[in-house]
């Protein structure tokens, strides 16, 4: 028997699910990668018109807004292991699809597939969700950082994909990427289903309180703005890197290179963000992630050469990684068990839902104003952020004072 005060032993299958979802992490998330890594330099090269050009990636976005609560209804009445299959289904068709975008020429096509992208990586930032719902409530920071720290090697396996792939099939850049990416979604599959997840109750089926009581929460209106302007920020700078890495002058090399250590930045922190939120609490490393973003703005204000390009792709990583995590863990506080799944799948929504417009607007903004415009226009939501951290802050010296 466990003495008062401490924690109890993690259980097998505990640490089998953890170690399953962060090598599912580590395999679906380079889904991602690749898209961002090719979808602006293919849709330049494909669509109809050049400020089309980030629109595949911005369907993705949407793809992942769309998708979003579909998924967490399959989860809530079939299991989560239902929803990740068929998530890695969707995946296998993103690589299918824009293989056969690409080799046809067709840019709506390849815009269908990368919204079964978005699908895919609906699903997959369902898994930090999974790793805490099997866990006593001390390890869920830490459970939950865990498996996004299986990002890291997402941030190694996509662009190396990419850089020794793309070549493969002449004259159809990047069509062997996205059937090796295929592969890599039905590996992930086969990890997923070995896993071992709390069946849904009949609570949760049922579902709780209604969704415009738990929706007017203080704490989930401060997790929720602060969750959207750091994914919102990160997708934004990250939509127009590449290309405009590529209108620079820089080669596509030096963009994989600086994707890679991007998403290295995004998910290495997570071996011991969890800790810090534990010890510091989540709103303090949100604003830890805040002052890394606008880090990464200034530092791709100071120049564009590669090097500029580089520091400002890795801070935006780390920022996004304090601020995103972060904000997750504050999402936990927000339900009861019974309502996680209808609560995790929307705040994902309401955070996919807002980055699609950023997704959107940041094409339109580098090709119309260049890259320091979309440096410049990234502080307006960084000072939503803060005010809404301090807000909440404040809220909660009203509630412990009364």
């Known amino acids: ?38 979808g602006a330099i293919i849709g330049n090269t494909l669509a109809p018109d050049k400020a089309l050009a980030t629109l595949p990636i911005s369907i993705f ?4 807004a769309a998708c979003t609560l579909p998924a967490g209804a399959i989860a809530r009445r ?40 978005g699908a895919y990586a609906a699903v997959v930032l369902s898994f930090r ?64 289903a070995g896993i071992r997840l709390p ?24 997790a929720v703005t602060c969750g959207v302007v750091s994914y919102l920020l990160m997708n934004f700078l990250m939509t127009a890197a590449p290309l405009a890495m590529r209108l620079c002058g820089l080669s596509q090399e030096a963009a994989n290179l600086g994707l890679q250590w991007h998403v290295i930045a995004m998910y290495a922190p997570s071996f011991f963000t969890g800790r810090l939120i534990t010890r510091f609490g989540a709103p303090r490393v949100v604003a830890a992630g805040l002052v890394l973003t606008a880090a990464a703005a200034v530092a791709g204000l100071l ?17 996004w990684n304090f601020g995103f995590v972060g904000a997750s863990a504050m999402v936990l506080e927000c339900h009861r068990p019974e309502e996680r799944t209808r609560v995790q799948s929307l705040n994902d929504f309401i955070v996919f839902g807002v980055m699609a417009v ?3 607007a940041s094409g339109g903004l580098l090709t119309a104003y260049g ?18 951290l301090a807000a909440g802050a404040a809220w909660r010296r009203g509630a412990l004072a009364g």
């Open 1 to 38: 028997m466990s003495q008062p005060g401490t924690a109890e032993a993690a259980s097998p299958h505990e640490v089998g699910n953890v170690a399953r979802l962060a090598i599912a992490q580590a395999l679906a998330g380079a889904n991602a990668t690749i898209v961002y890594a090719t």
């Open 61 to 64: 976005v949407v793809g992942m």
């Open 78 to 117: 079939h299991g989560r292991r239902a929803a990740f299959l068929a998530g890695t289904g969707c995946g296998v068709l993103v690589g299918l699809i824009s293989a056969l975008a690409v080799v046809l020429g067709s840019f709506w096509l390849f815009c269908l597939g990368t919204f079964f992208g």
């Open 129 to 192: 969700f999974a790793a805490a719902d099997g866990v006593p409530a001390a390890r869920r920071a830490r459970a939950l950082s865990l498996v996004m720290a299986g990002g890291v090697f997402a941030g190694v396996i996509g662009p190396q994909i990419v850089t020794h792939t793309m070549d493969l099939w002449p004259p159809f850049l990047f069509a062997a990427t996205f059937l090796a990416q295929a592969g890599v979604a039905a590996l992930c599959a086969f990890i997923l």
């Open 199 to 222: 069946k849904p109750t009949a609570a949760e089926v049922a579902g709780g309180r209604p969704i415009s009581a738990i929706a007017r929460q203080p704490l989930f209106i401060v």
């Open 303 to 319: 120049g564009q050469e590669v090097a500029h390009f580089w520091w400002s792709l890795a801070l935006l990583g780390l920022g």
């Open 358 to 360: 950023g997704s959107f």
């Open 371 to 388: 890259w320091d415009t979309v440096l410049w226009v990234s502080f307006g939501p960084l000072v939503l952020a803060v005010a809404a």
